[in-house]
Each structure stands twice: as structure tokens, then as C-alpha cells.
T-cell receptor, first 114, second 108 residues
Framework: NAGVMQNPRHLVRRRGQEARLRCSPM?????VYWYRQLPEEGLKFMVY????????ESGMPKERFSAEFPKEGPSILRIQQVVRGDSAAYFC????????????FGSGTQLSVL | EDKVVQSPLSLVVHEGDTVTLNCSYE??????LLWYKQEKKAPTFLFML????IEKKSGRLSSILDKKELFSILNITATQTGDSAIYLC????????FGAGTRLTVKP
């Protein structure tokens, strides 16, 4: 039973490029959450999605950031025109609807913006 | 604004010591509090607490929630070097808010 899969593990982008981070939830999980972690800081909530629906995006920056969880395929966190301040570890988590908010995390994507 | 505050931010102990990590929360629409252990990368689940006063135990780890005072503690007894990690707590409903974590270092 594969856990939450995130790819790539490491992503290097130059300023102004686009970054796409992918997350496949655990089998049977229909809820996906994205978090950002800066060095020496805790996890900051970004967005919560169900299939084809954004439930809560209150933690997402208003510009350049978007997320989707299509009917088929992984959830995507997209960052357009990246800046150095976007450098961070981005974690995805998933949960079963029956479990509520017991989250299982992926290994994260480390984004480095040059 | 929802917030979760953990203390201490860092802690250094020796093997065999007992530690208590604190987590206070102010979260609207609270449903549960979660504890995670983060080593290297992905946080791993430790406990989910939804009811006050009921202690959850797993080996040398235990945790309890006080919904009246809005806090939780995580206890680790007889610490080992393998317990060295960042311990995160999170509170909320579907949108869990995380604290900054407590960095625990256990020295031999």
C-alpha cells in the first residue's frame, strides 16, 4: 500500500520560471492538502482540495500560486514566475473522508529558486 | 486568526530523561489535535486527540488534550537518541494549522 507520493523530490528553478509539484494521495484517500515549510519553521497550510474541488485556499498567496486535484491524476501545485522567496519544502498530505483530518504526509518537494 | 503555539522551541536532554512538549491552540471550528514526528523529511503520525482528558499511549510516548484550557502535551519517557526529531502539533478541522514545532535533541 503505497503512501503519499510526491515528485519531484528536488526541483531547481530560475527566477521567473514555473514550478509544478505533483502529489498522488494514498489509495482510497479523497482529500489532499498542501503545506509549505520554510527552514526552522513549522508547516504552513496552503490549500485543501477534494477531487475537482478547492475546499479551502485561505493559505495560498493570491498571486502566482494555484492548485488543482483533477478527477484523474495527481494533485498539482503550480507556482508561476517563481521568486527566491518561494524556495521551501512543499509537503502534500492526504486523508480518508472517514478519518477526517488524520493526515498522511508525502516526503515533500524541495524547491530551490536560483 | 487561528494559531498553534508550541513550547519549548528546542530542547536538549540526555538519554533516559523524560520530556514534556507543549502545544496550545486557538483554532476556530476545532475538531481534533494531531501530533507528528518529523525526522529528515516527511512528518509521521503519532496521535490524534479529540476528547479531553483521555490519555493516548504508544510505547514511551503519551499525549493528552485539554479542550477547556486549549492545550495538549506530549510526554516521552526514557528518551533515546532515536527520539531526536522535530515534534509538530496541529489543530483544526479539515484545514489543520501547525505549530512551529519543538526540536528535541537527545544526547547519549
Amino acid at each position: 500500500n503505497a503512501g503519499v507520493m510526491q515528485n519531484p523530490r528536488h526541483l531547481v528553478r530560475r527566477r521567473g520560471q514555473e514550478a509544478r509539484l505533483r502529489c498522488s494521495p494514498m489509495k482510497g484517500h479523497s482529500h489532499v492538502y498542501w503545506y509549505r515549510q520554510l527552514p526552522e519553521e513549522g508547516l504552513k497550510f496552503m490549500v485543501y482540495l477534494q477531487k475537482e474541488n478547492i475546499i479551502d485556499e485561505s493559505g495560498m498567496p493570491k498571486e502566482r500560486f494555484s492548485a488543482e486535484f483533477p478527477k484523474e491524476g495527481p494533485s498539482i501545485l503550480r507556482i508561476q514566475q517563481v521568486v527566491r522567496g518561494d524556495s521551501a519544502a512543499y509537503f502534500c498530505a492526504s486523508s480518508q473522508i472517514a478519518e477526517g483530518e488524520k493526515l498522511f504526509f508525502g516526503s515533500g518537494t524541495q524547491l530551490s529558486v536560483l | 486568526e487561528d494559531k498553534v503555539v508550541q513550547s519549548p522551541l528546542s530542547l536538549v536532554v540526555h538519554e533516559g530523561d523524560t520530556v514534556t512538549l507543549n502545544c496550545s491552540y486557538e483554532v476556530t471550528n476545532f475538531r481534533s489535535l494531531l501530533w507528528y514526528k518529523q525526522e529528515k523529511k516527511a512528518p509521521t503520525f503519532l496521535f490524534m486527540l479529540t476528547s479531553s482528558g483521555i490519555e493516548k499511549k504508544s510505547g514511551r510516548l503519551s499525549s493528552i488534550l485539554d479542550k477547556k484550557e486549549l492545550f495538549s502535551i506530549l510526554n516521552i519517557t526514557a528518551t533515546q537518541t532515536g527520539d531526536s526529531a522535530i515534534y509538530l502539533c496541529a489543530g483544526g478541522n479539515n484545514d489543520m494549522r501547525f505549530g512551529a514545532g519543538t526540536r528535541l535533541t537527545v544526547k547519549p
